[in-house]
């Protein structure tokens, strides 16, 4: 067990529907990070909160959204969903954002999303 | 930009055998860390092992280590005495100062009893 929770497990939703994934970081952990793993595109970083604020942001799409609320917990948000975003979404935490970016990330298990 | 380069879609290994998986990277930036997680087919992510791009000695966590060779720019892991519970996919990220990890494309392992 990382420490880090995701909820819910699994999801199931129909084309143009949104939904809200839920992250809740290790204790103590101030960076939150969301990836997206799908079988065809394998892991993909999404954005990165630290401590409230987003610090980085890859390949997200601009009908995905994040947060990072002032407990740290953090929600991505996806709309307007497609087939194509059914996938793995995982999030990640960890301590700090450290000078050599060699902070290690800890993984929830993940919310498996899927669009009927 | 930084990239992973796993060129090993699937491995078999004879229980208690070591097996070394393969990772190259590819960065311009002198500082950055390299790790490697697993992933059973319950999806988890399992963070193994970790090494920094200033670290001289090889990183080892138990049953892993890391053969990191920074002129190659690999950094294979090596699995000792493998187990039937580490059939599973493997991953090599890197993560330079931008904090994004890139992952490789994975390594499915399979331990034969």
């Known amino acids: 067990d990382s420490g880090v929770t995701q909820t819910p497990k699994h999801l199931i939703t129909a084309t143009g529907q949104r939904v809200t994934l839920r992250c809740s970081p290790r204790s103590g952990d101030l960076s939150v990070y969301w990836y997206q793993q799908s079988l065809d595109q394998g892991l993909q970083f999404l954005i990165q909160y630290y401590n409230g604020e987003e610090r980085a942001k890859g390949n997200i799409l601009e009908r995905f959204s994040a947060q990072q609320f002032p407990d740290l917990h953090s929600e991505l948000n996806l709309s307007s969903l497609e087939l194509g975003d059914s996938a793995l979404y995982f999030c990640?935490?960890?301590?700090?954002?450290?000078?050599?970016?060699?902070?290690?990330?800890?993984f929830g298990p993940g919310t498996r999303l899927t669009v009927l | 930009a930084q990239k992973i380069t796993q060129t090993q879609p699937g491995m078999f290994v004879q229980e208690k055998e070591a097996v070394t998986l393969d990772c190259t990277y590819d960065t311009s930036d002198q500082s950055y860390g390299l790790f490697w997680y697993k992933q059973p087919s319950s999806g988890e992510m399992i963070f193994l092992i970790y090494?920094?791009?200033?670290?001289?000695q090889n990183a080892t966590e138990g049953r892993y280590s890391l053969n990191f060779q920074k002129a190659r720019k690999s950094a294979n892991l090596v699995i000792s005495a493998s187990q039937l519970g580490d059939s599973a996919m493997y991953f090599c990220?890197?993560?330079?100062?931008?904090?994004?990890?890139?992952f490789g494309t994975g390594t499915r392992l399979k331990v034969l009893a």
């Open positions: 090494q920094g791009s200033y670290d001289e």
């Open positions: 990220a890197i993560v330079v100062r931008t904090y994004k990890y890139i």
């Open positions: 990640a935490s960890s301590v700090d954002l450290s000078v050599h970016g060699t902070d290690t990330q800890y």
